[in-house]
């Protein structure tokens, strides 16, 4: 079988030639560079987040910026700029690439350039360095995904708090190495009692006898598209459920799907080996898709 991930998209020749944003400037491809003695290069020590453009709009732009200031508050990063100046970069970055629709745009704050390479942030005196890598994007994921639990958990929030869209993503490249050396495509992660919690890329839903279930959201990244989806299913009388369930009621769901910003919605077609449903993309997966799409449409 054909691998696939969930972040698969066409190719795309223009992708050579994007200019990319690097601390107020924006610079060719193959002038974007930072130092080896960036704080994010060197220990994972910065936050991420990804925005994606339909038909001149980013989606939900606000929200992800506010989760990005959040997320630098949270490990005590000065970004340096308002909210606004964020949101003026993505624009004048997305000019400057003449995008228009089909786009991802990833954010990357990290504390900066250290005056030498060990881990005390004291030591990180210039910065903080800031990146926007775009690129013309349009999901290209052939078939629905296969999974595999993995030993790798999303912790515990005293060690990495896994709702943070951090730079230091080892634990899930891991799970992704397992799942892969297993057959599949992507892991499964459990949460530290063993409910089934989230993959290693994306938010995990299932669906039982006409009813949307996904983890209770206290140890997983809670996507943007994630609580999107939690707030269509109750505003279009769908029963949706955070609640914690394990791998028995995953393996006899009637369909399953991941959520990100990158895929939207992205069908499940096995887990462990066992077939989910039909293995195909369901109604309820497919409904949601639309009305995803419209509210981005209206958004």
């Given at each position: 079988?054909?691998?696939?991930?969930?972040?698969?998209?066409?190719?795309?020749?223009?992708?050579?030639?994007?200019?990319?944003?690097?601390?107020?400037?924006?610079?060719?491809?193959?002038?974007?560079?930072?130092?080896?003695?960036?704080?994010?290069?060197?220990?994972?020590?910065?936050?991420?987040?990804?925005?994606?453009?339909?038909?001149?709009?980013?989606?939900?732009?606000?929200?992800?910026?506010?989760?990005?200031?959040?997320?630098?508050?949270?490990?005590?990063?000065?970004?340096?700029?308002?909210?606004?100046?964020?949101?003026?970069?993505?624009?004048?970055?997305?000019?400057?690439?003449?995008?228009?629709?089909?786009?991802?745009?990833?954010?990357?704050?990290?504390?900066?350039?250290?005056?030498?390479?060990?881990?005390?942030?004291?030591?990180?005196?210039?910065?903080?360095?800031?990146?926007?890598?775009?690129?013309?994007?349009?999901?290209?994921?052939?078939?629905?995904?296969?999974?595999?639990?993995?030993?790798?958990?999303?912790?515990?929030?005293?060690?990495?708090?896994?709702?943070?869209?951090?730079?230091?993503?080892?634990?899930?490249?891991?799970?992704c190495i397992a799942a892969q050396k297993a057959g599949a495509d992507e892991a499964l992660m459990l949460d530290v009692h063993g409910f089934v919690n989230t993959t290693n890329a994306c938010n995990f839903f299932i669906v039982q006898n006409g009813a949307v279930w996904t983890s209770t959201g206290d140890y997983c990244m809670n996507g943007i598209t994630r609580q999107k989806v939690i707030d269509l299913c109750r505003a279009n009388d769908i029963p949706v459920f955070e609640r914690n369930y394990s791998l028995v009621d995953t393996y006899s769901a009637d369909e399953a799907f991941l959520t990100g910003t990158f895929g939207a919605q992205t069908p499940v077609s096995s887990i462990d080996g066992r077939m989910i449903g039909t293995g195909e993309l369901g109604p309820m997966t497919k409904r949601l898709r639309g009305l995803y799409k419209d509210l981005v449409d209206r958004s």
């Open positions: 079988m054909t691998e696939v991930t969930t972040h698969q998209a066409e190719d795309d020749a223009r992708n050579e030639n994007i200019l990319i944003y690097v601390d107020g400037k924006i610079v060719p491809k193959v002038e974007a560079m930072v130092s080896v003695y960036d704080s994010g290069f060197m220990l994972g020590d910065g936050v991420w987040e990804g925005l994606r453009l339909y038909d001149g709009k980013w989606a939900f732009m606000d929200e992800h910026i506010n989760r990005l200031f959040e997320a630098a508050k949270a490990i005590d990063l000065d970004i340096g700029m308002r909210k606004n100046d964020v949101i003026s970069a993505v624009l004048e970055t997305q000019k400057a690439n003449q995008m228009t629709s089909d786009a991802h745009a990833r954010l990357m704050v990290t504390r900066g350039i250290k005056v030498r390479p060990f881990q005390h942030p004291s030591l990180s005196q210039s910065g903080p360095t800031f990146v926007i890598i775009m690129e013309h994007s349009r999901p290209k994921i052939p078939r629905p995904i296969t999974l595999a639990t993995v030993p790798h958990q999303r912790g515990l929030p005293m060690t990495q708090d896994p709702k943070l869209n951090s730079h230091s993503k080892l634990n899930c490249i891991l799970a």
